[in-house]
């Protein structure tokens, strides 16, 4: 087996995103040139209305702003250190969520994790290969907002085209969707590249593309920024399932 792929969901009453937008999205603020971003106002359209606002709520009395994305009913998806962080304390003493924010109308409510999982590797050690989280959500949200597919594959993603689609935390953007276009600029094993630009607050966004057959599909989630290019944590083999175990 080379690859693997999973169905997302979009409810009858959602209405369907245009796949040939252009768009804008990461973190710190990470702009490389020009500023490609552009706001995102229909986030009752999917896949924009399984896309999430978070706060993170630490035990050493701040607060945080992330990042998520539907993956089932019940089931978010975000990076680790929107959910465990060393310097604030270990584990988030709460994370909630506001699928399809749009400044300060949430058209979905919210939901908060019940549970919260990530890796060792990042829990004992912040290894940033292993930078994701998945929360199990006190409601059955996702019916509504639909949720993402997803997609692994051991082979090259470098020059596919995608999306990366979060929640900045600059004043002037915050609780407000943007999102961007582009490609993979380079991969490896546990790490995707790419040079659109991203800010403070879209950690866990989906880094994300369209399929014919699955519809959109998460193929990594955006952790990090760089001076040249941008990186988020790879769907492999071995994340694919674990995440896909906690669909029922």
Known sequence: VTEGSSSGYIPDDCSFGNISDDGYGIEPTNIIGSD???RVTNTTSFPYSAICYLETKWKDGTTTIGTAWMYWKDIAITAGHCVYSSDRGGWAKSVTIWPGRNGSTTPYGSAYAKVMHTSTAWTNSSNAN???GLLELNKNIGTSTGYFGMHWTSSSLNGKSITVAGYPG????IRQL????????SCNANKVYY???TE???SGSPVYWYNSTYGYQGIAIHAYGGSSNNSGTRI???LFDFFTSFRD
């Open 36 to 38: 490609g971003r552009s």
């Open 130 to 132: 292993y930078d994701y």
């Open 170 to 173: 600059s004043s002037i953007k």
């Open 178 to 185: 943007w999102k961007m276009n582009g490609k993979v600029a």
């Open 195 to 197: 040079s659109i630009d």
């Open 200 to 202: 403070g607050g879209q």
């Open 236 to 238: 492999t083999q071995s």
